[in-house]
């Protein structure tokens, strides 16, 4: 493990916003370019301290952020053999320590390093203990000794939390760490965490009003979902050692800096289907989103679990079903488990048995569809399920089926509270015997349970439904047409003020990387990463690349602090790609919205650089070609590396301005093929309903 922070060839590309050649003609040009320090001879690997010195040197480097130099830190705690997420666990004990004790910061800044070694493990295990109880320092495997990187890295953590709280800071790292390893299971966002936890909070229970219950989650990962359920006892489960100090410490950073200790949290390691650290406890809610589709998941070990009801042992292909009973086993008689499950689990023929017992047995109480893109995996449509403890006395005899993807185009900010509205209802209802709600064609249904006991048990939520209601009345049909017909106008004027060319006399402009602008204090570059975290009822509109790829409304809201939030002047770029670079304009729809997940911003001087010529460059095919890098299929847009053809400003403004004409014919015509779709949408379903003929 190399003692000081390492890049390779690429990584210094990406630190100047250049490409890899230039990285490698520094290397044969300039003698007293950094000799490599590790790697290969294929890969060689070069020191980053002395890297940095010899670009500010040459003027290819102003600073490189504190965020980046703290998370190279961190890389090179790594240990290629040990966990990835181990050295987050040393950030996130320095981070709780700076968060609990005021005073390290300053002997963080003060104290030489001789005293700061004896000390620094010290604090970092007194601290958690204090907090997480006494066996925390062993739980989390605190290093004992401090070397000058363990260090540094407290010293730029203090430096990173000058202006930003230890939470926030460690959420920042979180979004690194989960970039850099793609292959792991990414986060669930923020407002579908906060939508499980509600759905497991007692009927008009508030947010904040869980204070005595206890929630566990057995598969925790980071501690998202956790965290959407304070301020209740959170217990927790991870399979992976080093992540599941990581959730421990987010939730400890996520309480007040002067909460009395031990705070109410336990999470520890291990498998929780074969090794169950928490066996025989039952809480009050139990929340999860369990891995997904595992083959070797304790079938043959766990054939006698008495988890299983009735020795119904779930078959070797539904391991989330064998997730469901034992979320079921942990909870209290009365107490709700909310589960997020791929939508294959509420119809495969093999778990029918287990479908069906739940069914039976009453414990099942809810399944709801949600939109593609509620969580990962984002292209799949994934499904919440919704159980009771079985108590004496229970008599129920429906199951809510809500679909709620049907609409979910039209306001995607609301869903979770029209999904949460909906179960209130219905379980309020169950419970007193009151009458069910009324079924909604094409959106939900009580449905008997006598009526899903059939050879399938399948329990998707459409094939329950009564079929929503043909959109045949003539007055809307008219309507749809005047609608058609007013874009279609639109689109015409618009056609006509299309920009004439002709061929270009002049030579080609010499060329210039939105690195170098950003260097030269052109423009300002900021890269969301996950971005701001949606909340329902936000106040902020939150702005994301689908938003911004479709030229439509921000779909989303937030109430998080410190968010960037786009003005007139700026750019907006997707990060999977520059086609969708709009400039914002006053009365744009992204005038004021936070930046959201996998966004670029660019923030041009105007003097310099105009807004409309920068997002035309960035909209060429050309440009996004040259700067995009692949991982497995997916492009990603190195937005440095995008280059510019350096220009007068006077005439950046006139290719700004046809630039501009272009991008509001392509909306135009966005525009008209919504209505268009929405027309045929509406003919179609009113000839297949049979309630007209064509005339």
Request: some cysteine; aromatic content about 4%.
């Amino acid at each position: 493990m190399p003692d000081r922070p390492e890049v390779t060839a690429a990584e210094i590309a990406r630190l100047a916003g250049v490409g890899r050649a230039a990285v490698s003609n520094w290397r044969r040009r300039h003698p007293d370019f950094p000799k490599p320090s590790g790697g290969t001879e294929a890969s060689p690997a070069f020191r980053l301290d002395q890297v940095e010195r010899w670009l500010r040197a040459q003027g290819k480097l102003a600073e490189l952020p504190l965020l980046e130099r703290v998370w190279r830190q961190l890389e090179t705690l790594r240990d290629p053999a040990g966990p990835a997420a181990a050295p987050l666990v040393t950030a996130g004990a320095v981070l709780l320590l700076l968060h609990r004790d005021p005073a390290a910061r300053t002997d963080l800044a003060t104290q030489p390093d001789t005293r700061l070694a004896a000390a620094l493990p010290k604090a970092l295990r007194r601290t958690a203990a204090a907090a997480l109880g006494p066996d925390a320092p062993a739980t989390l495997a605190l290093p004992l000794i401090a070397g000058a990187t363990h260090l540094d890295l407290a010293r730029l953590l203090a430096d990173l939390t000058a202006d930003t709280a230890p939470a926030t800071a460690y959420g920042h790292l979180l979004t690194r760490y989960a970039e850099a390893n793609p292959r792991l299971s990414p986060p669930i966002p923020a407002d579908t965490a906060a939508l499980l936890a509600a759905l497991a909070r007692p009927d008009g229970q508030a947010p904040g009003g869980e204070t005595g219950r206890t929630v566990l989650d057995p598969a925790c990962g980071t501690g998202g979902v956790l965290l959407a359920a304070a301020p209740a006892a959170r217990l927790g489960q991870e399979a992976d050692p080093a992540l599941a100090g990581v959730a421990l410490l987010r939730l400890a950073l996520a309480a007040p800096a002067d909460a009395p200790g031990p705070l109410p949290l336990d999470v520890r390691p291990g498998d929780a289907l074969r090794a169950d650290a928490f066996a025989g406890h039952a809480a009050d809610a139990v929340l999860c989103r369990p891995p997904y589709n595992e083959r070797d998941w304790g079938h043959d070990q766990l054939q006698y679990d008495s988890r299983w009801p009735g020795r119904l042992v779930p078959p070797r292909g539904e391991s989330e079903l064998a997730w469901v009973l034992h979320c079921l086993a942990h909870t209290r008689p009365g107490g709700t488990a909310v589960l997020l499950l791929p939508p294959t689990v509420a119809s495969r023929r093999a778990g029918r048995r287990v479908r069906a017992e739940l069914v039976r047995s009453g414990a099942l109480r809810a399944v709801v569809a949600l939109p593609a893109g509620a969580a990962p995996p984002y292209g799949v449509p994934l499904h919440v399920w919704v159980l009771r403890g079985p108590q004496p006395g229970d008599e129920f005899r429906h199951v809510l089926l809500l679909d709620a993807a049907t609409g979910a185009d039209e306001d995607r900010a609301a869903l979770p509270a029209a999904v949460l509205a909906a179960w209130r209802e219905f379980d309020t209802a169950a419970r007193t015997g009151a009458q069910l709600p009324a079924d909604r064609p094409g959106r939900s249904r009580a449905v008997p349970a006598l009526d899903l006991l059939d050879d399938e048990t399948d329990l998707t939520p459409a094939r329950h439904l009564p079929a929503a209601p043909a959109a045949a009345a003539p007055d809307l049909l008219t309507a749809l047409r005047g609608r058609l017909s007013a874009e279609l106008a639109r689109l015409a004027d618009l056609d006509t003020a299309l920009p004439a060319v002709a061929p270009a006399t002049a030579a080609e402009p010499p060329q210039v990387s939105i690195g170098e602008l950003a260097r030269s204090g052109a423009l300002q570059v900021h890269s969301s990463g996950q971005g701001a975290p949606a909340r329902p009822g936000g106040r902020t509109p939150l702005l994301t690349d689908q938003d911004l790829q479709n030229g439509t409304p921000p779909s989303a809201a937030t109430d998080a602090a410190d968010t960037l939030t786009a003005r007139q002047g700026d750019v907006l770029v997707p990060v999977l790609g520059g086609e969708g670079a709009r400039a914002v304009h006053p009365g744009s729809p992204w005038d004021g919205a936070a930046l959201g997940p996998r966004l670029h911003l660019l923030r041009p001087d105007p003097d310099l650089l105009d807004p409309d010529f920068l997002a035309g460059q960035l909209r060429a095919t050309g440009a996004g070609r040259r700067a995009s890098s692949y991982a497995s299929t997916t492009s990603r847009l190195d937005i440095r590396r995008v280059e510019l053809p350096r220009l007068p400003i006077e005439r950046q403004r006139r290719l700004g301005e046809a630039f501009r004409r272009i991008a509001g014919y392509e909306d135009a015509l966005a525009a008209a093929t919504a209505e268009a779709r929405a027309l045929t949408r509406a003919l179609t379903d009113t000839l297949a309903s049979g309630t007209a003929e064509p005339a």
